[in-house]
């Protein structure tokens, strides 16, 4: 099994000399320039860091979408292939992230169609909710709260994402890349292949939906 | 009305068409391209009835292909169910040998279209509903991939995934 | 777009994504319309809370394997015809490969065809040399599986895998129902599996 060493890679400097935050945040987009024109021309060690760049953000954006932590970490790890293969397409018109999020939406577009057939097998339907297995059988160490923060938080979590699973997929997206993410207007009309127009109605529908299902938490805070 | 109803309210004409979505048409992902046969074996140098009466000794060619694996020898092989599936082109699909048990399940999906000679497919082992192993492999004709598995009844499970033969998928 | 441009400016106002002129012109404007200025606090007080509940970056579990793997796989999956070495190459290595290997590998395939005895597929004349170590990956961090490329399959160890309790039962199992059926209505010996 292949396994790199790169203890503590979202804090260290990778071989590219280039630090990376913890939190993934992006603090040089021209550096993200920098090391795509490198990976264009084949430097694996500058795609890895852009890999540990923005594997973050790309996880907990699919994570916030899709709720299966197993199938976000696979559908994350599909972005950066696609990416790779589509990386002599990219111009730098756009920040290279904005771009990563563009291929996220079609990856996680096709997941959720695939997870809609009906399989041909005998299979109980049950089995396919993730729900009914062992909710301890995390495929990953959680990385989810520190023990002593307070449990409104956590139930504020629950609720936001109980009320989020409710939306549709596109105003799911779009409350995700603007109030989560931070994407400008602009930048999620192009992730989401819609007019300016229509971002801007999702959005609105979307955030009055989300009030009105968290109108007694949001209003107690 | 809160001040955000009353503002967005202003927007109410700037709803444009959402995208059309993709008209419906047929998928051909979902087209079988083959057939996964998952087999659980019950390995023991013990007494093999310990498993239970119902279940048979493998046949001589399993046998042999068992013991010429060398974490895979054992006095006693029995099979204790076995599954076969549809692989689908573009979806995944999923094998539950021990029907109706759960307690051992494979997950499997093609990653690219199979030739003559490989049919790659990821693949991932659940055992006692929880995801233990997630491996990629590639298939070629009647090669299995054998996972030893867990212990029971004095024996371990050996996980045989292979490709089933297109003209008795049963055999 | 049927937006009027006023419209469209508000909109990007009440998120504070306009800048320079275009901000200092309509914010201007804008104060003096105290709705708009409740709009826009009201926007941001959400975005606070959303955004400190909802992550927008998190590491992956694993995340030294979770690169390891995309570099695999893009190694991987160069031209279809070009073998991946079992040998750990520079990356960029190993997606050449030599014309003669090439040649002697499209050679070996034809004569392959050419037999027709062979109860195993023609890969097997080259299955040594183009046999990928596959990934392995145990979400556990307790189980530990070992691959081994075995001599008529490929073996996965798993250690560390709690045992099934000795109290759960297959006897009920689908297949031997199946196979009882076949036994029964065919009145022969069992069939080999």
Redesign the interface.
């Known amino acids: 099994?292949?396994?790199?060493?790169?203890?503590g890679?979202?804090k260290n400097e990778q071989g590219t000399g280039v630090p990376v935050g913890l939190?993934?945040?992006l603090s040089d987009p021209e550096d993200d320039f920098r090391l795509v024109a490198l990976a264009q021309k084949?430097d694996?060690r500058s795609?890895?860091a852009l890999?540990?760049r923005h594997?973050?953000?790309i996880?907990?954006m699919i994570?916030?979408m899709i709720h299966q932590?197993?199938d976000?970490?696979d559908l994350?790890?599909e972005v950066?292939?696609k990416a790779?293969?589509a990386l002599p397409r990219f111009e730098a018109k756009a920040r290279f992230s904005t771009w990563l999020y563009r291929i996220a939406h079609n990856v996680v577009y096709d997941w959720t169609r695939?997870r809609k057939?009906e399989?041909?097998?005998?299979?109980?339907d049950e089995?396919?909710e993730r729900n009914?297995?062992?909710p301890s059988?995390?495929?990953?160490?959680s990385?989810g709260e520190a023990p002593d923060e307070s449990m409104s938080?956590g139930e504020?979590?629950v609720k936001?994402?109980a009320a989020?699973a409710k939306l549709s997929e596109?105003h799911r997206e779009v409350?995700?890349l603007?109030?989560?993410?931070?994407l400008?207007?602009k930048e999620i009309a192009d992730v989401m292949?819609?007019?300016?127009?229509?971002v801007?109605?999702?959005l609105?529908?979307a955030?009055?939906k989300l009030?009105a299902l968290l109108k007694d938490e949001?209003e107690s805070? | 009305m809160t001040h955000l109803s009353r503002i967005f309210f202003l927007f109410a004409f700037l709803a444009a068409l959402l995208p059309g979505r993709m008209s419906a048409q047929e998928d051909p992902g979902k087209g079988a391209i083959g057939q996964i046969a998952v087999r659980v074996f019950y390995a023991t140098d013990g007494d093999p009835s310990l498993a239970g009466d119902k279940f048979k000794k493998v046949s001589d060619k399993t046998e042999k292909l068992l013991r010429s694996e060398t974490r895979l020898v054992f006095k006693n092989y029995l099979l204790l169910g076995k599954d076969v599936q549809p692989l689908f082109r573009s979806y995944e699909n999923w094998a539950q040998p021990l029907k109706p048990s759960d307690e051992v399940l494979v997950r499997f999906e093609a990653r690219t279209l199979p030739t003559p000679h490989s049919t790659p497919l990821d693949v991932e082992l659940w055992l006692s509903r929880k995801k233990i192993l997630k491996t990629d492999i590639n298939l070629v004709g009647e090669k299995p991939l054998f996972v030893l598995g867990p212990q029971w009844r004095g024996g371990r499970l050996i996980i045989s995934i292979a490709l089933a033969p297109k003209e008795n998928p049963d055999s | 777009m049927n937006t009027n441009p006023d419209e469209a400016k508000l909109a990007l106002w009440l998120e504070d994504e306009l800048q320079g002129e275009d901000l200092a012109s309509f914010e201007a404007w804008a104060l003096t319309q105290p709705e708009h200025i409740a709009a826009r606090e009201e926007i941001r007080a959400w975005k606070k809370t959303i955004s400190s509940t909802l992550p927008a970056s998190e590491e992956p579990p694993f995340p030294d394997f979770f690169n390891s793997k995309v570099l695999q796989a893009i190694s991987q999956s160069a031209p279809a015809a070009e073998p991946v070495k079992v040998a750990k190459p520079a990356f960029w290595k190993s997606w050449l490969m030599p014309a003669s290997a090439f040649a002697g590998m499209a050679l070996a395939f034809w004569v392959g065809t050419k037999t027709h005895d062979q109860p195993q597929p023609q890969v097997v004349h080259h299955a040594p040399e183009v046999e990928i170590q596959p990934v392995v990956y145990t979400p556990d961090g307790v189980v530990n599986a070992v691959w081994t490329a075995g001599t008529g399959s490929s073996v996965i160890v798993l250690e560390g895998v709690n045992p099934i309790p000795d109290s759960t039962d297959f006897s009920e199992t689908a297949y031997l129902d199946h196979e009882r059926e076949i036994d029964s209505t065919a009145g022969r010996e069992s069939v080999p599996h």
């Open positions: 099994m292949m396994n790199k060493s790169t203890a890679s979202s939190d993934g945040s084949g694996m795609y890895d890999v540990t594997r973050g953000r996880f907990a994570r916030n932590e197993a976000a970490w994350s790890q950066f292939i790779w293969h695939k057939i399989s041909a097998g005998e299979l109980n089995i396919f009914s297995i062992d059988a995390s495929t990953a160490p990385g938080h504020l979590r936001i994402e989020m596109e409350v995700l603007k109030d989560v993410q931070g400008s207007y292949g819609s007019s300016l127009g229509t801007m109605s999702r609105f529908y955030r009055q009030q949001y805070r």
